[in-house]
């Protein structure tokens, strides 16, 4: 299989936006206020290069050249999963007790998710790639249930969040949202337009980048001092509503395992 002028293009841009992102994270020094975000960009640029000289070395269609990009897809997976605790740390250290539940309830989601996805490989003929995939599955689906959570707790008790920290959870959550899709349907609506869907996610993820680029490329302002949030009695009554979403995020991810595989 071979890419298409047009996702040679994108792949251009989108490597070109990934460099750059990089050298401006560095530069502005983010790794001291967000470390997880700023070693997920890095791994961005390390993927294009690993990936890239494995392709030109042993082969796009080689063994290798697979097990590289699966490996590849699992780092990233896991980095973006460590950006949005580290984003939920990041509004919620000013809060012990909060912050204290809903650590918990990320080492829960992060548990199901790959005690889901191990499940799955063990029944499947390729293992590696079903475990990322369905790892990546559920961890898109949380990461989009977490995001939004996020967002609409700030919008409710207006506490806005950063430029910075904005724009950095709307990419994750605009990127996420086009993975549940793309993971959920390519393989039985789309495989025939692969090239024309593979491009979308392409630029799904460069608008991601895009959105990141934009609060660096100024210096960037210090966080302002943390007010009060809500009381723990509310903090608790939006906890046990998001574990309730997450419940049905569970019951979501199993009808997608029920649902056939090719």
């Not at 950006?83 to 990320?106: D, G, H, Q």
């Not at 390729?126 to 967002?151: D, Y």
């Not at 789309?190 to 609060?215: E, G, K, Q």
Request: proline share 3%.
């Amino acid at each position: 299989m071979h890419l298409t002028l047009v996702e040679n293009l994108l792949w251009a841009f989108g490597t070109a936006l990934k460099v750059l992102l990089c050298i401006l994270v560095f530069y502005r020094h983010l790794y001291r206020r967000l470390p997880f975000f700023s070693i997920y960009v890095a791994l961005l640029v390390t993927k294009v290069v690993v990936v890239w000289s494995v392709y030109r070395l042993w082969g796009y269609n080689s063994r290798f050249a697979w097990y590289t990009a699966w490996c590849a897809i699992g780092v990233l997976v896991l980095a973006r999963g460590l950006v949005v605790a580290e984003l939920c740390w990041t509004n919620l250290a000013s809060y012990p007790a909060i912050w204290s539940l809903v650590r918990k309830l990320l080492v829960f989601v992060a548990v199901l998710v790959l005690a889901y996805a191990a499940t799955t490989a063990y029944y499947n003929k390729t293992p590696v790639s079903a475990f990322i995939l369905t790892a990546e599955r559920g961890s898109e689906i949380s990461i989009l249930v977490i995001l939004v959570a996020m967002l609409g707790l700030g919008i409710r008790y207006k506490v806005a969040l950063g430029l910075l920290e904005r724009n950095i959870v709307l990419g994750l959550g605009l990127y996420s949202a086009f993975q549940v899709v793309n993971d959920s349907f390519v393989d039985q609506w789309m495989a025939p337009h692969f090239h024309w869907w593979n491009s979308t996610r392409i630029v799904a993820f460069d608008a991601a980048l895009l959105m990141w680029l934009v609060p660096l490329r100024k210096a960037l302002p210090h966080p302002g001092h943390a007010h009060v949030l809500l009381t723990e009695q509310v903090a608790r009554h939006l906890l046990r509503q998001l574990l309730d979403r997450m419940r049905e995020v569970t019951e979501e991810l199993k009808k997608l395992g029920k649902s056939p595989r090719k």
